[in-house]
């Protein structure tokens, strides 16, 4: 018998009947909950009288409509200024309390985004299938497990079966070998690939990412590559299990106890694709080859390294591939060759579950350290993903060093990821943002997102324009300003 993927060895190991239409029932270990898909589910609970089946199962935080500011945190639910968000907000709040479901809560310190805090409190482990009504789900893929998003009816059928319905995939693997560069990071990783692939280039597939490049990543650098997966059409990213994961995961508050823990880890040592597992598509990156990237246009395979430019549409012979380059750079507000150091930055973002966690913290105040924000800069701000990396960071001092820099120091939530809570670009805004989607309106109506890591987005806060991070100094330190 061939040998398996790591993604087959997942689905076997959870399949509970397959049918012969092609579809199959698996069974679903974690569930993540948040306020924005999970009103009806509840709703449509108690509409057919039914109880969650495994309770322990599910775990739910609010995120998206959370505001960042003390101000209105510091009151709690009732505090949430925008009538929908609260209603969100209170809705899941109320719905965790009827149906006993653990939440934590917009005062509780573990509460923050979903995607970090499953992995933060061990909820996500290797070997298991999580689902969550979210896109982004597939971030919890970096530790092995088969993690992907799901509608608001498969939250339901999951609270009430704790099964899904689901097709099997076919196995993708993008092998990325070498060492990066300095300065360059998980990110942009992902964001070559995006570039390289197109959005469309892991449809169908669950998408596992190996090679030396990733191996060499910690377990943030992971959930940031698999976070985009989805941005890369793929609903499943997927990294082996290795001792990173493992070191990551011990003394986690859900992880598994004393007792049982070796008898874990041996079981998820086998997490690994097998070495004459076929795969459907191979896709090679060259790590060394990679430089910081920067996206420029209204999809995230619109991205080009820093020290290249704006595509030019007469350079583009496919006449429906110049149109939307045409569309794109006009939303942009850009003009076709501009060099990517060129654009000028109105406010500059560093969170969302892409990055948002304390190593992406670190990595941004390395850069702003003792340097001062543009005063071109309308906002920078820093939204930790999570109360607890809230706390890391300010017991590191992260947050006086971000604040002596100029920037916000937020209370943690989606934020400005996308424009479903107060934090918002205006119409025409360009924003240097460590988020993972560029869409027209993303981040508020008329805004203009450019995706980069933490790393470029804290130096380009500094000069009000994108910088080269590899070989970048600041022409702005404090004693200078
Ligand atoms: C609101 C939610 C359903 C959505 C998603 O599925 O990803 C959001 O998190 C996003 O990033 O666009
Ligand atoms: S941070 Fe952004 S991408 Fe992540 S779940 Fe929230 S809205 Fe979605």
Redesign the pocket.
């Known amino acids: 018998m061939a040998g398996r993927t790591l993604y087959d060895k997942l689905w076997d190991a959870h399949l509970v009947q397959q049918r012969d239409d092609g579809t199959a029932l698996i069974y679903i270990d974690r569930q993540l909950l948040?306020e924005?898909?999970s009103p009806q589910a509840f709703e449509g609970l108690r509409l057919a009288n039914r109880k969650p089946w495994r309770l322990d199962s599910n775990i739910a935080t609010p995120d998206?409509n959370v505001p960042t500011t003390l101000k209105e945190r510091s009151i709690g639910i009732e505090g949430i200024e925008d009538d929908t968000s609260r209603i969100q907000v209170m809705t899941l709040d109320s719905n965790c309390t009827d149906f006993n479901i653990e939440q934590f809560g917009i005062n509780d310190e573990r509460q923050g985004i979903v995607h970090v805090v499953g992995p933060e409190q061990g909820a996500t482990l290797p070997g298991m299938t999580v689902v969550c009504?979210?896109?982004?789900t597939a971030t919890h893929g970096a530790f092995g497990a088969l993690a992907h998003?799901i509608g608001t009816s498969e939250v339901e059928h999951v609270l009430a079966t704790q099964c899904l319905i689901q097709r099997k995939m076919k196995n993708l693997k993008i092998q990325v070998d070498g060492e990066l560069g300095e300065g360059v990071t998980a990110k942009d990783i992902i964001l070559a690939i995006i570039g390289d692939i197109g959005t469309a280039g892991g449809t169908g597939y669950a998408m596992e990412f190996a090679g030396s490049a990733i191996e060499a990543l910690s377990m943030e650098g992971r959930m940031t590559i698999c976070n985009m997966a989805?941005e890369a059409g793929a609903r499943v990213g997927l990294v082996g299990v290795d001792q990173t994961t493992i070191d990551y995961v011990a003394k986690r508050p859900f992880a598994p106890r004393e007792d049982v823990w070796e008898q874990a880890v041996r079981r998820w040592q086998e997490l690994v694709s097998d070495t004459d597992a076929e795969f459907d598509k191979v896709v090679h990156l060259d790590a060394a080859k990679i430089e910081p990237q920067v996206s420029w246009g209204t999809s995230p395979e619109m991205v080009v390294g820093i020290t290249g430019a704006v595509p030019a549409p007469s350079d583009i012979t496919d006449a429906t591939k110049r149109r939307g380059v045409e569309r794109a750079l006009e939303y942009m507000g850009l003009s076709g060759g501009q060099k990517i150091t060129d654009i000028q930055l109105d406010r500059v973002f560093i969170g969302s579950?892409t990055n948002s966690r304390i190593e992406d913290l670190r990595a941004a105040a390395e850069v702003v350290k003792g340097c001062r924000v543009s005063p071109n800069l309308k906002q920078a701000m820093v939204v930790p993903g999570s109360g607890l990396v809230k706390r890391m960071a300010e017991r590191e001092g992260l947050d006086v060093v971000f604040k002596q820099a100029g920037f916000e120091w937020r209370e943690p939530g989606?934020s400005m990821?996308?424009a479903?809570n107060a934090d918002k670009l205006g119409a025409g805004e360009h924003c240097a943002s460590t988020s993972?989607?560029n869409f027209e309106g993303?981040q508020g109506y008329g805004g203009r997102t450019h995706l980069v890591s933490p790393a470029m987005a804290a130096a380009a806060a500094i000069e009000g324009h994108f910088v080269d991070i590899r070989t970048w100094s600041p022409s702005r330190t404090q004693e200078s300003a």
């Open positions: 948040h924005v898909t998206h009504g979210d896109s982004h998003g989805i579950c989606c990821c996308l479903m993972n989607r993303r």
